[in-house]
């Protein structure tokens, strides 16, 4: 078959706060200009997840009269809390120590996912195309290396690459601009960072992996608005990390917890960390009588305003966390991510007005960025992942002052000098942990949480989790590292199985729920996550 080509003034990769933001402001800026979104997810919101309080300074900006629609903005928050836990104690901090990136006063607890449905609406109201369903996954060059554009992957390809009766080959989609908005760990935007050396003049990204599940828990220990933080146990003090508990509406209850991938010891395991950290005594009597409703993981940029690439090149730019706007001591990003977009749009529109053939670099892009909010506080809380590096303590108290006494304005910025896969100890050097088995009731293992992603993919498709150098997962992450693939992975994708008396890696890429944390974390750098055929994935409601 013959492949399709479609072309529009902006293509945009990505159907989640940036690039809906993007595509709103857009269309409000000049109704001529065509915009396509594409979007990997089965639907809009299939693939968002976040915590989420959301500080709502972008939708002030972007739909000024969003408040009295009907939107799933529902729950405003009432209350912060903030507890250091032991082993069998938590103590709380009061609120007038905390800093101001902790207060959520004016902000409102929500699904992001159900968010971006909201904000998929009101782009299609204005005139955007929006085709779920279409994973990008080439990125297509002009004669000058300008980008054009991208093309949608093939469906209806067997795993060993052979067409099968259903066989639909990808879409061109051809752009004067297009922006890559696929959050974090992007798939193109990987491959552009390093086209373009767009990552030359920052530090290396650090991440973390945030683990989320959504209860339905008793009326009586449900109080809608609360906010509640956690940092301790069950992380010792080398590990930064820690939890969320937030109220939403209906009953329903947000429970997350968040482990930095820079840490050491191979035999961590986030999952089975978050599973402990529900039985705490201070945490555990919240779950009485409650059902888990949704599973999800994902993986988050928290290495701040020092790990911004360059974001623009020939033909477009890098948006939202596909960047890396998220300010880790407000433990948010949606905002900056949407402020990111409409800035974008913003360039567009005026480089287009220069030249409508999309010849201008976006240049006023990352002027513009560096004008806005959005600058100034990543700028404040531009050391406090950093200090972290002290350990729990150390980057609590330094972290803590930097913010609350001095406003972010201490005259030096620390550095990240490493990649998060090149941090783990050899594990003849490491401890084992052991973790309790699972209850079924409060704890639960990864295959009973995968179902609840609701993960979906034609078994009989190219496995989309490839080894660069195949052999290194057992020389290197086997016989040095102890194969931490199968602890870091929140999904079990990843098992070693013993075949004739030795070790081979399976890979169970049915589970996988796109969280790109083999992609961060493999210390072989051998596990490449690529998109697979559109559609496939976690398919979240609420999330």
Not at 6 to 21: F, K, N, Q, R
Not at 331 to 343: D, E, P, Q, T, Y
Not at 460 to 466: F, G, S
């Amino acid at each position: 078959m013959s492949q399709e080509i479609m072309s529009y003034d902006v293509v945009i990769v990505g159907a989640g706060p940036a690039g809906l933001a993007a595509a709103i402001k857009l269309k409000q800026l000049s109704s001529n200009i065509s915009v396509c979104v594409i979007e990997k997810g089965s639907e809009v919101g299939a693939h968002i997840l976040s915590g989420a309080v959301i500080e709502p300074r972008a939708l002030n900006e972007l739909l000024p009269n969003w408040q009295q629609q009907a939107s799933p903005l529902k729950v405003p928050v009432t209350e912060d809390r903030f507890l250091f836990l032991s082993k069998d104690k938590a103590w709380t901090v009061p609120n007038f120590m905390l800093p101001s990136t902790m207060k959520n006063h004016g902000n409102t607890i929500a699904s992001l996912g159900l968010v971006c449905k909201w904000l998929a609406e009101h782009a299609i109201a204005l005139g955007v195309e929006i085709y779920p369903g279409f994973a990008a996954n080439a990125v297509l060059f002009g004669d000058e290396g300008r980008v054009m554009g991208v093309v949608t992957g093939d469906m209806g390809v067997d795993k060993n690459g052979n067409s099968k009766a259903t066989f639909t080959p990808g879409v061109a989609l051809h752009a004067k601009y297009t922006l890559f908005a696929e959050g974090c760990r992007g798939y193109l935007a990987e491959q552009l960072m390093k086209q373009f050396g767009l990552r030359q003049l920052c530090d290396p990204q650090t991440y973390g992996l945030g683990i989320k599940e959504l209860w339905h828990v008793e009326a009586s220990l449900h109080h809608p608005g609360l906010v509640q933080h956690t940092a301790g146990w069950p992380l010792d003090n080398s590990v930064y990390g820690g939890s969320f508990i937030y109220h939403l509406d209906q009953q329903k209850v947000a429970v997350g917890f968040v482990v930095g991938l820079d840490y050491r010891n191979p035999y961590l395991d986030p999952f089975m960390e978050m599973q402990r950290f529900k039985t705490h005594p201070a945490i555990a009597p919240l779950f009485a009588g409650a059902k888990r409703l949704e599973y999800g993981a994902r993986a988050l940029n928290e290495g701040g305003l020092q790990s911004i690439p360059k974001l623009v090149f020939p033909g477009g730019a890098l948006i939202g966390c596909a960047a890396g706007f998220l300010n880790v001591a407000k433990i948010k990003g949606s905002h900056n991510a949407m402020k990111s977009g409409m800035l974008a749009a913003e360039a567009i529109v005026s480089a287009l007005k220069k030249n409508n053939e999309g010849k201008v670099l976006l240049d006023a892009y990352p002027a513009l960025l560096e004008q806005s909010w959005v600058y100034d506080e990543l700028k404040i809380s531009r050391n406090f992942r950093s200090y972290f590096r002290y350990g729990l303590w150390g980057g609590t108290v330094l972290g803590g002052l930097d913010l609350k006494l001095f406003k972010g304005k201490l005259p030096w910025t620390l550095h990240h000098s490493r990649t998060d896969r090149n941090s783990l100890m050899l594990a003849k050097n490491a401890k084992p942990i052991a973790y309790p088995k699972a209850d079924g009731k409060l704890t639960f293992d990864k295959m009973s949480s995968v179902y609840l992603a609701s993960t979906q993919y034609d078994e009989n498709q190219p496995c989309h989790l490839k080894l660069r150098s195949v052999g290194k997962e057992l020389t290197v992450n086997y016989a040095q590292y102890a194969s931490p693939e199968q602890r870091y992975c929140p999904a079990g994708v990843y098992e070693i199985n013993m075949v004739d008396n030795k070790p081979s890696l399976h890979i169970n890429a049915a589970n996988c729920v796109h969280c790109k944390t083999c992609d961060i974390k493999d210390p072989a750098n051998t596990i490449r996550w690529t998109v697979p055929e559109g559609g496939s994935g976690p398919n979240y409601s609420e999330m």
